[in-house]
């Protein structure tokens, strides 16, 4: 199955596709994606904006979920998350990868780390919690 096409498709017309996020890999256990830093992505002060890098890892994080969930599951929801930022760009692109670190009946738990795109240079490290809904 083309999960990228699918995830692409689902985010239509949604924040994720209002934001140009772009998925390259996803797969069971794992999801890579990436922005072009436009200005919808800055903060008033030049920098980018903390809730641009939020939207990445923590799409590419709920995308893994619903990639990698238990068959009878028919969703998720997220339950914690946090973010440890270490830097910004004032352009050029924000890559990320996210990782299965627990894949339960009842939890994931996935890490993301995004970085700027052509340094290599991390910037912020993402880790969420989500829980799987099951029809009652």
Known sequence: MDHVAALTERQSGHLPDLLGLEWLEARAGFVRGRFEVNPCHMAPNGFLHAASVIALVDSACGYGCVVSKPD?????????LKCNFLGTVR??????????AHGGRTTQVWDAEAKDEA???TIALF?????LLYQN
């Open 127 to 131: 880790r969420c919690t989500q829980m």
């Open 72 to 80: 009878a599951a028919i969703g998720f929801t997220t339950i914690e």
């Open 119 to 121: 340094a290599g240079k």
């Open 91 to 100: 352009g050029g692109a924000v890559s990320c990868e996210a990782r299965l």
